[in-house]
């Protein structure tokens, strides 16, 4: 017995020990938000010391975790109803929250109906997952750069998959002209791919699905609430809801709560709702969850402002970053990489950052993003004034030259 513990306990070393020497090792930061304070929070040093810190890798990229109203929402809710939900959806888990939300939901997406999951990992992986089930002989065409959670949720399925290059159109039409035209197809893909801060061809992808005769999915994870005039996403901002047989979100990014959801067609939902068991046999959120998103989604359809402050702070630091001379990933969303290029790097800039600077930036390092284009991720909220702003630039011009990385100009 002895000796099976001593080889368990070699073997997770040995992983732990690879992680480390790759630089991939995950650091978690013990922060605590201030209420109303973010993104001012403080960190809880493994010391025990604390440290006043910006958070800047934050994907409640509006602060709606900490809207008036929102809290005012989960609050109330809990008062009304207590904490768990108490059960699955179809057994006792289902209440006014969840149905009321799934309807907004629904109705932000101009859909029929829509269906709530414990989180957007789960939706993509139990909804792709189950497709096959519904649709026999279905392939599935995928974007390369999809995120893990489509991707589990493909290989769940057990169909034949299909990748097809980076946004890349012709490709992609060369794999569905190879697929037999009487066969079920799908094509996966993001609206706002969150590494690389860009944004898929949605109109182009739709055209192809009607040619070759294909559904379409959309994971608009860091889109919604964001884009589009109710936050309807990246579709809704372009007018393409309606050729997107099922969009999938989140509302843990800029909803501010936890929590996924897909939204389609009744019957594509129907059909889902009894077969996908990532739905059927997991509990369904706490009504209060519910209640603060229900309140979230409802705030953002009626804010456009705060989508305008939200891209207006994006492009003040991307035009900041411009004239450093810094390489960074210039797009067209508010997700901000820096490029660094090397894992242990990387995570000794976050480090030195979070600790002489008070600038909370997570490194992201393989195998979220490929080896050699390890970077820190920004993302600046509405809440980034112009004072952390100029914190963070003056931090960023002395580590970079602490860490020899180049700059295309001084300014
Ligand atoms: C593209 C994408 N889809 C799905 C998810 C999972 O969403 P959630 O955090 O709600 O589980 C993420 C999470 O970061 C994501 O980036």
Redesign the pocket.
């Known amino acids: 017995m002895e000796t099976k513990a001593v080889n368990y306990r070699a073997a997770f070393e040995a992983a732990v020990e690879t992680v480390r020497e790759e630089g991939r090792y995950r650091i978690f930061r013990d922060i605590r938000r201030k209420a109303g304070a973010f993104p001012r929070a403080t960190w809880f040093k493994d010391d025990k010391s604390e440290q006043n810190i910006t958070v800047w890798c934050s ?1 409640d990229y509006l602060g709606m975790g900490q809207n008036p109203c929102v809290v005012e929402a989960v609050k109330s809710a809990v008062d009304a109803a207590g904490t768990g939900s108490g059960g699955t959806r179809n057994i006792s888990g289902t209440t006014r929250y969840h149905v009321q939300l799934e309807a907004e939901l629904a109705d932000l997406h101009d859909k029929d109906a829509a269906l709530v999951l414990t ?6 992986e139990a909804t792709l997952g189950v497709m096959s089930k519904i649709l026999p002989g279905l392939v599935i065409l995928s974007d390369e750069m ?2 893990a ?2 991707i589990s949720g493909i290989q769940r399925a057990r169909c034949e998959k299909v990748i097809f290059k980076h946004n890349d159109l012709a490709d992609l039409e060369a794999k569905l002209k190879k697929i037999p035209a009487d066969q079920p197809k799908l094509i996966a893909f ?1 609206s706002v ?2 590494m690389d801060a860009d944004i898929a061809p949605i109109e182009q992808i739709c055209d192809l699905a009607d040619k070759y005769g294909a559904l379409t999915y959309i ?1 608009e ?2 889109a919604v609430g964001m884009y589009g005039p109710h936050g309807g996403g990246v579709a809704e901002e372009r007018g393409l809801m309606d050729r997107i047989d099922i969009i ?1 979100g ?4 800029a909803y501010g709560m ?3 959801y897909i939204a389609a067609d009744s019957v594509i939902i129907d059909a889902v709702r009894s077969t996908a068991s990532g739905f059927i046999f997991t509990t369904s959120i706490p009504p209060s969850t519910a209640a603060g998103a229900l309140r979230s989604v409802k705030v953002l359809k009626q804010t456009p402002e705060k989508r305008e402050q939200h891209q207006e702070r994006a492009n003040e630091l991307k035009s900041r970053l411009r004239a450093g001379g810094y390489n960074f990933i210039d797009g067209d969303t508010h997700i901000v990489p820096l490029m660094v290029g090397d894992p242990v790097k990387c995570q000794a800039i976050s480090d030195t950052l979070i600790n002489d600077y008070g600038i909370y930036a997570q490194a992201i390092n393989y195998p979220t993003v490929p080896r050699g284009t390890e970077r820190l991720r920004f993302t600046p909220s509405p809440f980034h004034d112009d004072i952390m702003m100029d914190e963070l630039m003056s931090a960023l011009e002395t580590v970079w030259a602490e860490y020899g990385l180049k700059r295309e100009k001084v300014a």
């Not at 989180?119 to 993509?124: E, M, T």
């Not at 989140?250 to 990014?253: F, G, Y």
């Open positions: 994907n989180s957007g990992y789960v939706a993509n999809n995120h959670s489509m993001e791919y969150s994971d994870v860091h999938q989140t509302l843990a990014k936890v929590g996924g």
